[in-house]
């Protein structure tokens, strides 16, 4: 049987004691209806607390034992303010599940940052290729990145996340469902991946489909994207009409925006069993 997720876009002294080995001189809403796989934490409520520090956030995940060394091999910007970190893995042992994130140990930098991986598990099976998203702020790791970071820096990585609800449909009962995104940013600088959104809907039409919002667009909407995008917000409107008993709903984003989505969610009849959130930030 098919199901219908949604998910909405816009979660330590043994780590540095791992660290330290590798750099010794140093301190260390998506709709979807889906039934071949289902990663996310469930949790029905989440409040916002102050801000933590990524080791401290974490302290009680899972993590893997496994420490690789990676190699800086490409940087790009997806938007004025996100660069992508392309990395090559020197350890052919590490692996990692979609939706897990991973500890990020830079030479010379005593902070220890948390990143969510960007690319598929496959990427890393067939080429030993890892991405990150960073986007730019003053905290020591992500400030590394898009000021420091060149081709060629070395770094360490270490996989962390518990994949409580991890499923993986197998076999000849494998049915495609259909994945609806409803993605939303300041303006369309800021929709990360946009292209290769659209070229999976180009690819699964009909089975791929996805909503743009934008709040504080300024300029012309590109002709290639104006067809998708809605200036406002996310709305009740939006998500009621792909209530079911099958829809599976899945949130990307910081702690208010989760906390307002799965607030909305609830008003609407959702169960809480049916949203699945991140919930390291």
């Not at 330590?12 to 889906?34: C, Y």
């Amino acid at each position: 049987m098919a199901h219908a997720t949604i998910h909405v876009g816009f979660t330590v002294p043994q780590l540095l004691r791992g660290a330290s080995r590798i750099f010794p001189t140093h301190s260390a809403l998506v709709v979807l209806r889906h039934s071949a796989f289902c990663y996310c934490t469930v949790n029905g409520t989440i409040k916002s607390k102050r801000k933590m520090d990524h080791l401290e956030r974490t302290a009680n995940n899972f993590r893997q034992e496994v420490i690789s060394q990676a190699k800086v091999c490409g940087i790009t910007n997806e938007s004025k303010t996100v660069k992508r970190l392309r990395l090559a893995i020197a350890n052919k042992d590490f692996t990692f599940k979609a939706g897990q994130w991973v500890d990020f140990f830079i030479p010379g930098v005593s902070v220890v940052g948390g990143f969510s991986i960007c690319s598929s598990p496959g990427l890393l099976e067939r080429e030993g290729i890892l991405e990150l998203a960073v986007k730019h702020t003053a905290h020591p790791p992500a400030h590394w990145i898009h000021t420091e970071c060149t081709l060629d820096s070395e770094v360490a990585l270490r996989v962390g996340a518990d994949l409580q609800g991890y499923q993986e449909g197998k076999g000849n009962g494998y049915k495609m469902g259909t994945v609806k995104l409803y993605y939303s940013a300041k303006n369309t600088s800021e929709l990360l991946f946009k292209k290769n959104i659209l070229g999976l809907m180009n690819a699964f039409p009909g089975k791929i489909t996805c909503r743009f919002h934008v709040t504080q667009q300024s300029s012309q909407i590109c002709k290639e994207l104006q067809p998708h995008v809605t200036e406002r917000r996310i709305s009740e409107k939006d998500l009621e009409k792909h209530v079911s008993k099958d829809t599976l709903w899945y949130i990307c984003g910081p702690p208010p925006m989760i906390e307002s989505i799965s607030k909305l969610l609830s008003n609407i009849g959702v169960p809480s069993k049916c949203v699945f959130f991140e919930k390291w930030w």
